[in-house]
């Protein structure tokens, strides 16, 4: 387990350096990635479904990324996107891929929906925090605004 959350540190890294991301936000961002497993490798150990680990983990990357976003002065997107990497399901689309190119067209359809949930998924739990986020941003907008105008 700690091998692989090392693996998805490295690999997180990996395409922090490809995405051009510097000094010590690559660091974090590559954090974010191994958090995002570690998160993903607890929650199938829980409950064994590779659908509702997924949608954990993106839950836990975008929390994290939302977070660190402000804590280092960022966009989102510098930490999310390095971070789900490892999440990705390249593996589901090569076996999708592969079933086919052996004429079994149904364990092809059969991992292609697999890999389609997974994606949107991962998606999903994106936009679920987002939504959040931005929902709470504007209640203390609202507030902030409402109490200034009070003390006035």
């Not at 570690?38 to 949608?55: C, K, R, W």
């Not at 966009?75 to 789900?84: D, Q, R």
């Not at 739990?125 to 987002?130: D, E």
């Amino acid at each position: 387990m700690v091998l692989q959350i090392i693996c998805a540190f490295i690999a997180t890294l990996g395409f922090g350096i490809l995405f051009n991301v510097r000094d010590k936000n690559l660091f974090f961002a590559s954090l974010g990635g191994a958090l995002g497993w570690l998160a993903y490798l607890i929650s199938m150990n829980i409950n064994g479904s590779v659908m509702l680990s997924t949608f954990i983990a993106s839950l836990v990357i975008s929390i994290y990324a939302e977070i660190f976003s402000r804590v280092l002065k960022n966009p989102v997107t510098l930490f999310l996107i390095c971070a789900l990497i490892p999440l990705a399901p390249g593996s589901g689309m090569y076996y999708t891929i592969l079933a086919a190119v052996q004429g079994d067209i149904m364990q092809s359809l059969n991992k292609g929906i697999e890999t389609l949930s997974v994606a949107g998924l991962i998606a999903l739990g994106i936009i679920t925090v987002s939504t959040l986020s931005r929902l709470i941003q504007r209640i203390n907008y609202i507030r902030h605004n409402k109490l200034s105008k009070i003390s006035k």
